[in-house]
């Protein structure tokens, strides 16, 4: 499985950003998929999952602003970004899993300027 991450990008604090993590190779298997993300000088942490015939879960700080989704057909997960804050910024992954594998995007950069 391949992942490619992208839609990353500057925005104001209010803004919004849709990032895209298309999935590639053997994803008939996939039972989950995250956005992870990485400020500087943190660790990285999780930030919504979408897991097969069950509802998305997110994390407090982006509840009610962050919106996963997964587009079977097209093998493609997305994350809506709206009023984006400045604690936003930072490098977002998605991630896959298959059982006990795991796969990682490449990151892509979104930063927040207040």
């Known amino acids: 499985v391949q992942l490619q991450a992208s839609g990353g990008g500057l925005a104001q604090a209010g803004g919004s950003l849709r990032l895209s993590c298309a999935a590639s190779g053997s994803v008939f298997n996939i039972n989950r998929m995250d956005w992870f993300r990485q400020a500087p000088g943190k660790e990285r942490e999780l930030v919504a999952s979408?897991?097969?015939?069950?509802?998305?879960n997110y994390a407090d700080s982006v509840k009610g602003r962050f919106t996963i989704s997964r587009d079977n057909a097209k093998n493609t997960l997305t994350l809506q970004m709206n009023n984006l804050k400045f604690d936003d910024t930072a490098v977002y992954y998605c991630?896959?899993?298959?059982?006990?594998?795991?796969?990682w995007g490449q990151g892509t950069l979104v930063t927040v300027s207040s």
């Open positions: 991630r896959a899993r298959e059982g006990d594998y795991v796969y």
């Open positions: 979408i897991i097969n015939g069950g509802s998305p």
